[in-house]
């Protein structure tokens, strides 16, 4: 998966293969998330709290140019988790 700082696949990006409790130690400035892309089978879990708390978000494999299209209210995602056995 790679996370986007800015909307539409813009600013500062990370990639990750694994679980994430905080983002923010992985080399990201900002606490929001405005753009990812999915790869491969499974999804994966976006939470607004560090340690995979608050508020969730699932997506699946897709290009997400936008918090809106996963549903989100805000951009602030500090965590995430992949989603193992998912059918």
């Given at each position: 998966?790679?996370?986007?700082?800015g909307?539409?696949?813009?600013?500062?990006?990370?990639?990750?293969?694994?679980?994430?409790?905080f983002?923010?130690?992985r080399?990201?400035?900002?606490?929001?998330?405005?753009?990812?892309?999915?790869?491969?089978?499974?999804?994966?879990?976006?939470?607004?709290?560090?340690?995979?708390?608050?508020?969730?978000?699932?997506?699946?494999?897709?290009?997400?140019?936008?918090?809106?299209?996963?549903?989100?209210q805000?951009?602030?995602?500090?965590?995430?988790?992949?989603?193992?056995?998912?059918?």
């Open positions: 998966m790679e996370l986007f700082e909307a539409d696949f813009a600013d500062q990006c990370v990639e990750v293969c694994e679980d994430v409790p983002l923010q130690g080399g990201l400035t900002k606490n929001c998330i405005n753009s990812l892309k999915v790869y491969g089978d499974g999804a994966w879990v976006l939470y607004e709290e560090p340690n995979f708390r608050g508020r969730m978000y699932i997506v699946e494999r897709g290009d997400y140019s936008s918090h809106v299209e996963w549903q989100a805000n951009p602030n995602i500090q965590s995430i988790r992949r989603v193992v056995n998912y059918f």
